[in-house]
């Protein structure tokens, strides 16, 4: 009987044991799993844009970006600079129809002509103008070795508002965005097509009508006349 419960007692720690070294590989893979998340978490370097990144004050009260293009690896300005060729190629025609855009102004100098500013070298402050802006114009945030765009579509009085460049780069911890290397601002000027605000209105027919009418009452009148001398 004692030979017995001996012979169990084994068999009992024989299965404990067996049982710890089939949870133990497990175990280990979980903790594997959850390193490589952590590790990949903070090694991040992009994430997608989004128009919540940037808003601002207008005469309808905050307003953030009707859409947004990002990260575009590379320059938005300069010789190498993208952003502008992408506009004019019809990013965001869509939205704003069809026109020509021009570089504004930059918040690292060079040419403003619209008093354009935002905070650089920081992954999140504010930016706009020295004096209300009205019509539809292209946010660059450049921050690393990318640059995002965010469109404001026919806005009206827009004064300041605030970025974010998680939108752009990452600082590497998955969490924040690298500091800001500069902002540009790109000015969308809409094409003059017949019949609109900056073209040759179109006669309607009826009117081209009646002036054909007209003067031909007035040529038989004056024929009459001439007639009417010589008799």
């Known amino acids: 009987m004692a030979h017995f419960k001996s012979l169990v007692s084994a068999l009992s720690g024989s299965a404990i044991v067996l049982a710890g070294l089939m949870l133990a590989p497990s175990e280990a893979f979980a903790a594997q799993k959850q390193q490589s998340q952590t590790q990949t978490s903070t090694s991040l370097t ?10 601002g004050s ?5 307003v953030f970006a ?20 992408s506009l004019d ?15 504004g102004g930059k918040s690292d100098g060079g040419s403003n002509t619209y008093g354009f500013f935002a905070n650089n070298n920081n992954s999140q402050g504010s930016w706009g103008f020295s004096s209300p802006f009205s019509g539809s114009f292209a946010l660059s945030l450049k921050a690393g070795t990318s640059y995002s765009l965010y469109l404001f579509n026919n806005v009206s009085n827009f004064t300041t508002g605030s970025f974010n ?8 911890s998955g969490r924040a965005g690298r500091g800001l290397s500069h902002a540009s601002l790109f000015v969308f ?11 040759q209105p179109v006669p309607e027919p009826l009117t081209v009508l009646g002036t054909v009418m007209a003067a031909g009452m007035g040529y038989g009148i004056k024929r009459k006349k001439i007639q009417a001398k010589r008799g």
């Open 46 to 55: 992009q994430t997608a844009c989004s128009v919540t990144n940037v808003s």
């Open 58 to 62: 207008t005469a309808a009260g905050t």
């Open 66 to 85: 009707s859409a947004c293009q990002g990260p575009i690896s590379g320059n938005d300005t300069g010789a190498q600079g993208t952003a502008e060729g």
């Open 89 to 103: 190629a019809g990013l965001f025609q869509s939205l704003v129809g069809s026109g020509d855009w021009s570089l």
């Open 165 to 172: 460049t998680i939108g752009v780069a990452l600082d590497g």
């Open 189 to 199: 000027k809409p094409s003059q097509t017949s019949g609109g605000g900056g073209g």
